[in-house]
């Protein structure tokens, strides 16, 4: 298993950037699919992109605005999120699922998830 924690949570104000960060511990890291979910207020989690040696994928909403990379000597992927939207305010998860078992980027094929990190946008 590898397990996962988030950080790089905060307030910003629209239009502005954050950094978020999914650090690994545990199994052999290049051996996994990493994605970034989100679940606002009264909504249910959502997508926001998974990432692994295959491809990367993106939800529509963030297309064009947020990149996720992987650094396999950290043994950490980023999400780096750009012109922030109120609508992106959520608390975002990371998980882990073996790339072997990963048959799309839907959060029920993920195992292992992390506590989460607040992302507050304001307008």
């Known amino acids: 298993e590898l397990q996962v924690v988030e950080s790089g949570g905060g307030l910003v104000q629209a239009g502005g950037s954050l950094r978020l960060s999914c650090t690994t511990s545990?199994?052999?890291?290049?051996?996994?699919?990493i994605g970034w979910f989100r679940q606002a207020p009264g909504k249910e989690r959502e997508v926001v992109s998974c990432?692994?040696?295959?491809?990367?994928h993106y939800a529509d909403s963030v297309k064009g605005r947020f990149t996720i990379s992987s650094d396999n000597i950290k043994r950490t992927v980023y999400l780096e999120m750009y012109a922030l939207k109120p609508e992106d305010t959520a608390i975002y998860y990371c998980?882990?699922?073996?790339?072997?078992?990963?048959?799309?980027?839907?959060?029920?094929?993920?195992?292992?998830w992390g506590r989460g990190t607040q992302v507050t946008v304001s307008t």
């Open positions: 545990g199994d052999t890291f290049g051996d996994y699919t």
């Open positions: 990432i692994s040696d295959l491809d990367a």
């Open positions: 998980a882990s699922v073996m790339t072997a078992w990963y048959v799309g980027c839907h959060s029920n094929n993920f195992v292992s």
